[in-house]
């Protein structure tokens, strides 16, 4: 196997006529790790994806693999392989065709390269399926083929669009904790794109959060989490309330903000303008019912929607500054001194559980 390489995108643009669809993005994937482009639709992840590939003409900027600029190089010599959402595989061809098929390209000779997709096969536990049509395979076991395919040129890294998007959600999950072992026991570099905070969390080493064509924020699954970098990021992620407002005070600690709608919101941090409007974010989980313990960490609203989860129920409260806040209480919490829609509910949180959030330079 070949090692790991880094992956380095230096202000990269792509412009299709009259839209730009990735503005300048600089990001490094640190080698051998697993990266998830994260976002919705549109916003430029497979883009930046297929520029990384060479399936994709870079308008502007410079991508490297290891220390190699690719940027002009064809798909074939750059050390990357992907695979495509579609699987594409030749239906007229059987299985090791299908995953011999670059070797035969290359010039390998038939033993030697059936030899290779065979160890591939096995990689996939897909062997016993090794002369079957795709045709006669499920959707499932074509895309470990596919895979077995990608990764039998021995590519330095992974690129994988929307991979699991056409699978059921239980062969979805299954194939996940795959994906992760198989890139933990290869030890290459994926990138892998999806618009599904649940998968880039369950998967990603690092999660890159891509909004219009521009990364809002690149980090750890635990920091994109409990610090995301800017308001599109805690909305995306759907763990936060969203609260905007003007400086209405600030100590060493942080901030406090009013909201146009009336009310007044602390969160810890500084505002990158104190001048511009001030975006918070407060954790949806750890909200609680109950009187806040010191001004700006809580206020009473009416309840406009409750539904029960199980083990958490999620309350949905409108309040002056703030028209749909979201709070997970325990079922516990909850049970011990219920409320019902129409109900005014006093809520509270801890000081650190509220975060000044960034603006991203336009
Ligand atoms: P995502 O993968 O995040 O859904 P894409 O990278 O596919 O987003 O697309 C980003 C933007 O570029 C979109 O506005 C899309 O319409 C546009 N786009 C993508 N491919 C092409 C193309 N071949 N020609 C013109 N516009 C394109």
């Given at each position: 196997?070949?090692?790991?390489?880094?992956?380095?995108?230096?202000?990269?643009?792509?412009?299709?006529?009259?839209?730009?669809?990735?503005?300048?993005?600089?990001?490094?994937?640190?080698?051998?790790?697993?990266?998830?482009?994260?976002?919705?639709?549109?916003?430029g992840k497979s883009t930046t994806l297929r520029m990384i590939a060479g399936h994709e003409s870079i308008s502007d900027g410079d991508v490297r693999l290891g220390n190699q600029v690719v940027t002009d190089l064809p798909p074939a010599r750059r050390g990357t392989s992907m695979m495509f959402q579609s699987y594409a595989l030749f239906p007229h061809l059987d299985v090791t065709d299908n995953v011999a098929f670059s070797l035969k390209m290359k010039g390998v000779a038939r033993e030697e390269r059936r030899r290779r997709a065979l160890e591939m096969l096995q990689l996939v536990h897909m062997e016993p399926y090794a002369s079957r049509r795709p045709a006669q395979l499920s959707g499932g076991q074509q895309q470990r083929v596919a895979l077995a395919r990608a990764l039998i040129t021995d590519p330095q890294a992974l690129l994988l669009d929307e991979p699991l998007s056409a699978l059921d959600p239980f062969l979805k999950v299954k194939m996940r904790a795959e994906l992760k072992r198989l890139q933990a026991s290869l030890g290459i570099t994926?990138?892998?794109?999806?618009?599904?905070?649940?998968?880039?969390?369950?998967?990603?080493?690092?999660?890159?959060?891509?909004?219009?064509?521009?990364?809002?924020?690149?980090?750890?699954?635990?920091?994109?989490?409990?610090?995301?970098?800017?308001?599109f990021v805690a909305r995306f992620m759907g763990d936060h309330n969203v609260i905007s407002g003007r400086l209405a005070g600030s100590d060493e600690?942080?901030?406090?903000?009013?909201?146009?709608?009336?009310?007044?919101?602390s969160a810890i941090g500084a505002p990158q303008d104190a001048d511009a409007p001030?975006?918070?974010?407060?954790?949806?989980?750890?909200?609680?019912?109950?009187?806040?313990?010191?001004?700006?960490?809580?206020?009473?609203?009416?309840?406009e929607n409750v539904e029960y989860r199980g083990s958490s129920v999620k309350l949905t409260v409108a309040g002056a500054g703030v028209d749909d806040f979201t709070a997970i209480v325990s079922d516990t919490d909850f049970f011990a001194?219920?409320?019902?829609?129409?109900?005014?509910?006093?809520?509270?949180?801890?000081?650190?559980?509220?975060?000044?959030?960034?603006?991203?330079a336009s």
């Open positions: 196997m070949s090692k790991a390489a880094a992956i380095d995108i230096a202000s990269v643009t792509k412009v299709y006529g009259s839209t730009t669809a990735v503005h300048a993005i600089s990001l490094k994937i640190p080698a051998g790790s697993y990266c998830c482009l994260l976002g919705p639709s549109g916003c994926f990138v892998h794109v999806t618009h599904s905070q649940e998968e880039a969390m369950a998967l990603a080493d690092v999660i890159v959060v891509m909004n219009a064509g521009r990364i809002e924020q690149a980090a750890a699954p635990r920091d994109v989490f409990e610090r995301p970098a800017t308001a600690r942080g901030v406090s903000i009013a909201p146009a709608g009336g009310g007044l919101f001030i975006d918070i974010a407060v954790r949806t989980d750890r909200v609680r019912i109950g009187p806040a313990s010191a001004p700006g960490l809580g206020f009473t609203g009416v309840v001194a219920p409320v019902k829609v129409g109900d005014a509910a006093p809520l509270a949180w801890n000081r650190e559980d509220a975060i000044v959030l960034g603006r991203l």
